[in-house]
């Protein structure tokens, strides 16, 4: 079972790769509201972009179809693409531990410059540790795989439910009758800090549109700050990277089951997950949008929705895409630049909104500053299979496989490059 993806590798890895590529245009889709405006309105809507008539629907729309599912995927395909590597590197005489100690320790390297120098949302750190912990799970059956994966998660619900009741009583405190000063600046540090004032609101703009130095050098000076986030969120990224290793070992993620059985596992989880985001939606609006209630439905509720959707997805994906074409070439071909899509996307949102380049940082509501990012699937579409076809990596895969070894790897496919010359 181990060595399932070796049959036939060629078409399950471009499986792999039509999933991924879906899962990185998705994330974006979410990602640039981030990127737009202050970073307290991606989780609530009322606090930057607006949050009734178009503004509103695009919200509950990706917060229902998208918010959290795209994620998801990426996390399971992330451990999945990890045992591929381990599995061909053993197979090819290498040792699979230093092939992926490498891997991640380069990865680490890529996802610190990219939060420090580019945008706070990076992930790679996050996928480098978690990435490093779930090597030790590899040997298990896809079974074993999911139910550790499943306890991984059910870790990270119990001690984030934890987080949301010690903030609910902080907000109770902050708000008493003759309340402290330590107790008001206890809320306003943490969830109470998704309630952004005018000067906050004016403060984090114009940091944002100042200059590319003064915005690393904040970032540097708050160092700490992706340690929190990697320590937060890396049970439930854990979690996911075993399900995806399951996933692969079982043959799920790479196309190995019956057309019958994706349609019948896509026709229960992704209206099941549906059904839930809507309910997500329900208890902001009604609470209108209390932020305790807003990361709990989300965080504590939905998870379990959102990772049966996430998988839901993975299916359709691939009963969408058995037959190819040209558009599946090009999703696939966004997928195998993974990598170099979603770093790139950073550079050019961060060119499009900060102050070093269009600065329209804040200047969008929240279906305005959502444009961008159909533009930015195009780009992807565009650019990733013409560039394979002459070369034998994305950009950045193409730095990151050649630090992880030491050696600059090929680049130039030899016909490509025969071509080049004739030319």
């Not at 005489?93 to 996802?111: D, P």
């Not at 949302?121 to 499943?150: E, H, K, N, Q």
């Not at 099941?272 to 985001?277: P, R, T």
């Not at 076809?389 to 994305?394: M, N, P, Q």
């Amino acid at each position: 079972m181990a060595t399932l993806a070796s049959d036939v590798a060629s078409r399950r890895i471009v499986t792999l790769d039509m999933i991924r590529g879906i899962a990185v245009m998705g994330i974006f889709s979410v990602n640039v509201i981030a990127f737009a405006m202050i970073e307290s309105a991606y989780f609530n809507p009322a606090a930057y972009g607006g949050h009734a008539g178009p503004n509103l629907a695009l919200w509950a729309t990706n917060m229902i179809l998208i918010d959290g599912k795209m994620r998801t995927l990426f996390s399971m395909l992330f451990g999945a693409s990890m045992l591929l590597v381990i599995e061909r590197a053993e197979a090819s005489g290498r040792s699979g531990w230093w092939t992926h100690f490498r891997r991640m320790i380069v990865l680490l390297g890529f996802g610190l410059a990219h939060y420090y120098l580019i945008w706070f949302g990076d992930i790679l750190t996050l996928y480098a540790v978690a990435g490093l912990c779930s090597y030790m799970f590899r040997r298990m059956s896809p079974r074993a795989l999911v139910v550790s994966g499943i306890i991984w998660l059910v870790l990270h619900e119990l001690l984030f439910t934890g987080f949301l009741y010690s903030q609910y009583l902080a907000d109770i405190a902050a708000h008493a009758p003759g309340a402290t000063q330590s107790a008001i600046k206890e809320w306003n540090d943490a969830l109470g800090s998704f309630y952004p004032s005018a000067a906050e609101i004016a403060k984090d703009k114009a940091r944002m549109l100042g200059s590319w130095i003064s915005y690393a050098s904040g970032n540097l000076r708050h160092w700490d700050n992706v340690i929190q986030g990697v320590l937060v969120f890396i049970p439930d990224t854990i979690g996911l990277m075993l399900i995806g290793m399951a996933g692969y070992k079982s043959g799920f993620l790479t196309g190995a089951w019956s057309d019958a059985s994706y349609r019948r596992f896509a026709s229960w989880t992704i209206p099941l997950g549906i059904a839930a985001g809507i309910g997500v939606v329900a208890i902001d609006l009604s609470t209108n949008f209390y932020t305790i209630a807003m990361m709990g439905s989300f965080v504590v509720l939905e998870t379990p929705f959102i990772t049966l959707m996430a998988l839901g997805y993975a299916a359709l994906i691939i009963l969408l895409t058995r037959r190819g074409g040209w558009l599946a070439e090009r999703i696939a071909a966004a997928g195998r630049c993974a990598f170099t899509n979603y770093l790139g996307t950073s550079i050019i949102a961060s060119l499009v909104f900060f102050g070093w380049g269009l600065g329209l940082y804040g200047s969008l509501s929240r279906w305005q500053a959502w444009l961008v990012a159909p533009m930015i699937w195009t780009v992807m579409l565009l650019w990733s299979k013409p560039w394979l076809e002459r070369f034998h990596y994305g950009p950045f895969e193409w730095a990151w496989r050649s630090l992880a070894r030491g050696k600059l790897q090929p680049m130039w496919k030899h016909g490509a490059a025969t071509v080049a010359a004739a030319a």
